[in-house]
């Protein structure tokens, strides 16, 4: 464990901790119909710091209500698109102005290093919304040089606008709750829509404080709205007829609920999912670089990340070497809480997530397989968890397979690049990987046979606004970032005039 060399909270935080939390609907905070209150706990020491509407489904209806009749008065969309981007741009100011607030209550709610609260949570937010501010001013269609024949001598002119979806329901899960807000939030707002979201019921108060924040930097009242709960809470939500599109990040079982709730009403439906990612480093690969990689893609937020390298196959002329490496700094990790600066492996998000990654591992115990590092229970309050090296995985174990969120690195050796390849791509997930080498002609011979959304070279996890952000095959559905996030919000309206 780490010294404790803790971050002061500040007095703001903790005030706002400490409020009785409503709904946040039609511009402030509304208390809730449902009596039933859903406990925050502080990951580092397993205490309830704050509790939270369980939101039923009256009290989303209410939210949704609101957030129409707001989309339906044109309160925003009605707004230049200027004006817009002016509005989401002070939002990014106010939360650059808030930022060690916010940074705070995420790490007391989260359990994540104060570093990346800092760093990813608030610091890379504020950059993607300064990003997305600008395609409000940036949404267009097309003309179209039309054909048609009849009646003859007849002219046309065509065009298409891009218009605001509608009602938006953003629906966000635990690992990143600030950040994953955002990335819904303001490319739904930069098209036009209202929106309501809906928290993970782990880590509810980073939306509740922006949503303060958002109001303040002028967004009119209705058009951003939180709801608070727990799983019967996201169903409303997604099963609610007037909500025009629904984008989800989350697990893949509960994105499958969620498109087949969709499909009922024909709601859009964009599924950020799971991920079992790989992490291909070849002969020619720098240890240390693969070594630094395999690291910081592997233990980022305890595991917690969609994205994160989980499964390493590294040739076997390395192999050694970086297995040793690896080991060797996951057992000289700093446990310690989030708060603390210096502490390199937090708490987990919660009580029950930690008992899933502890069964992870007990099975692969069970199978057999080798911990270099990791494996063994930490005796301390909070939901810690040892990080975790596992060696010479066979590709039909459990561990390959799963996503297990959490900070548990497979490694598994090869002798040929295609050996690779073809292990990597035999998963049901496909929302990253990356690879390790300098050899240009392997690399770019691989990039395009590499079943994933993203594919990193040299790297692992780093992600940019612009850059467009989803899974193949059962790591979703529709992609976030750049453009698409933007055109993900809008419908096409097909324009023909006859003259
Ligand atoms: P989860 O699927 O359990 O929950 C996500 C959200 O959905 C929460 O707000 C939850 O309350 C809500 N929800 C639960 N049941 C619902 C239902 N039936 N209808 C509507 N909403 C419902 O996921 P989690 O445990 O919070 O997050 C971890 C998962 O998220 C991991 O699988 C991870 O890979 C994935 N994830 C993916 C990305 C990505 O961009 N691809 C990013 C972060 C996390």
């Given at each position: 464990m780490s010294s404790d060399a803790k971050v002061r909270v500040n007095d703001s935080v903790?005030?706002?901790?400490?409020?009785?939390?409503?709904l946040f609907i039609n511009g402030g905070p509304q208390p809730a119909q449902s009596a039933k209150r859903v406990e925050v706990f502080d990951p580092s020491t397993g205490e309830v710091i704050a509790t939270v509407p369980d939101a039923d489904a009256a009290d989303v209806g209410r939210a949704v209500s609101n957030a129409r009749e707001a989309f339906d008065a044109r309160v925003w969309s009605g707004l230049r698109p200027a004006d817009r981007e002016r509005i989401l741009l002070h939002l990014a100011d106010l939360i650059e102005a808030n930022a060690e607030d916010l940074a705070q209550l995420e790490t007391l709610e989260q359990g994540k290093s104060i570093n990346i609260s800092r760093a990813i949570e608030v610091g890379a937010t504020v950059e993607y919304v300064r990003y997305m501010a600008g395609w409000a001013t940036k949404i267009t269609g097309e003309t179209l040089d039309v054909s048609?024949?009849?009646?003859?001598?007849?002219?046309?002119?065509?065009?298409?606008?891009?218009?605001?979806?509608?009602?938006?329901?953003?629906?966000?899960?635990?690992?990143?709750?600030?950040?994953?807000?955002?990335w819904k939030l303001i490319p739904a707002l930069a098209a036009g829509c209202t929106i309501v979201i809906?928290?993970?019921?782990?880590?509810?108060?980073?939306?509740?404080?922006?949503?303060?924040?958002?109001?303040?930097?002028?967004?009119?009242?209705?058009?951003?709205?939180?709801?608070?709960?727990?799983?019967?809470?996201g169903a409303?939500?997604?099963?609610?007829?007037?909500?025009?599109?629904?984008?989800?990040?989350?697990?893949?079982?509960t994105g499958k609920l969620i498109g087949t709730a969709a499909v009922q009403n024909m709601t859009r439906f964009s599924l950020e999912l799971g991920g079992k990612n790989p992490a291909v480093m070849l002969a020619d690969v720098d240890v240390d670089q693969a070594v630094q990689g395999a690291l910081a893609g592997g233990f980022l937020n305890q595991g917690q990340v969609c994205a994160a390298a989980s499964r390493i196959y590294i040739h076997r002329s390395k192999y050694r070497q970086i297995a040793d490496a690896l080991a060797d700094v996951a057992r000289s990790m700093t446990l310690g809480a989030g708060l603390d600066p210096n502490a390199q492996i937090n708490p987990l998000v919660s009580a029950q997530h930690r008992e899933r990654v502890e069964q992870h591992i007990?099975?692969?115990?069970?199978?057999?397989?080798?911990?270099?590092?990791?494996?063994?229970?930490?005796?301390?309050?909070?939901?810690?968890?040892?990080?975790?090296?596992?060696?010479?995985?066979?590709?039909?174990?459990?561990?390959?397979?799963?996503?297990?969120?959490?900070?548990?690195?497979?490694?598994?050796?090869?002798?040929?690049?295609?050996?690779?390849?073809?292990?990597?791509?035999?998963?049901?997930?496909?929302?990253?990987?990356?690879?390790?080498?300098?050899?240009?002609r392997t690399v770019m011979n691989l990039v395009p046979r590499i079943e994933a959304g993203t594919v990193w070279v040299n790297c692992h996890v780093p992600l940019d606004p612009s850059m467009p952000f989803g899974g193949y095959k059962q790591s979703g559905m529709g992609r976030e970032f750049g453009k698409y996030a933007v055109e993900g919000f809008t419908e096409t309206k097909s324009i023909c005039i006859a003259h």
């Open positions: 903790r005030a706002f901790v400490a409020r009785e939390h409503g048609i024949p009849f009646p003859p001598g007849a002219r046309y002119t065509a065009f298409t606008r891009k218009e605001p979806v509608g009602v938006v329901a953003g629906i966000v899960p635990w690992n990143f709750p600030l950040m994953i807000a955002v809906k928290p993970s019921p782990e880590t509810p108060l980073t939306a509740l404080r922006l949503a303060e924040i958002a109001v303040e930097a002028g967004i009119p009242p209705g058009v951003f709205n939180v709801v608070t709960g727990a799983r019967e809470c409303a939500l997604a099963s609610h007829p007037q909500i025009a599109k629904i984008s989800f990040t989350g697990s893949t079982p007990a099975r692969a115990h069970a199978d057999g397989l080798r911990f270099l590092a990791g494996g063994t229970r930490v005796d301390h309050p909070g939901y810690y968890v040892n990080p975790a090296v596992i060696a010479d995985v066979p590709h039909d174990a459990a561990l390959v397979r799963d996503e297990v969120f959490g900070p548990v690195l497979a490694l598994i050796p090869f002798d040929d690049p295609a050996e690779a390849l073809r292990q990597a791509n035999d998963s049901p997930y496909g929302l990253a990987a990356s690879l390790w080498s300098n050899d240009l």
